[in-house]
């Protein structure tokens, strides 16, 4: 199976901080290397915290997007 174009996504909004980053790394577990999530989330703090996850992690934040309130980060797992 290729991986590297398989995108997964999940809805954390509701959750305030630090569960979305929680939530991110328990769902970055059953991730195989090369395999994509998309995350949304509604925490202010979110897109500052999931840089600082993924540069901790060495996983890679393709990119953060902000619209009406709601962040969405996606991020391929490293191996």
């Given at each position: 199976?290729?991986?590297?174009?398989?995108?997964?996504?999940?809805?954390l909004?509701?959750?305030?901080?630090p569960?979305p980053?929680?939530?991110?790394?328990?769902?970055?577990?059953?991730?195989?290397?090369g395999?994509?999530?998309?995350?949304?989330a509604?925490?202010?703090?979110?897109?500052?915290d999931v840089?600082?996850?993924c540069?901790k992690?060495g996983?890679?934040l393709?990119?953060?997007?902000t619209?009406?309130s709601r962040?969405t980060a996606?991020?391929?797992?490293q191996?």
């Amino acid at each position: 199976m290729n991986t590297e174009n398989a995108t997964k996504e999940y809805d954390l909004t509701g959750l305030r901080c630090p569960m979305p980053i929680v939530r991110l790394n328990k769902i970055m577990k059953e991730l195989s290397p090369g395999e994509t999530c998309v995350v949304t989330a509604d925490d202010q703090a979110f897109c500052p915290d999931v840089e600082a996850w993924c540069n901790k992690t060495g996983n890679e934040l393709v990119e953060c997007e902000t619209a009406s309130s709601r962040f969405t980060a996606t991020i391929r797992k490293q191996s």
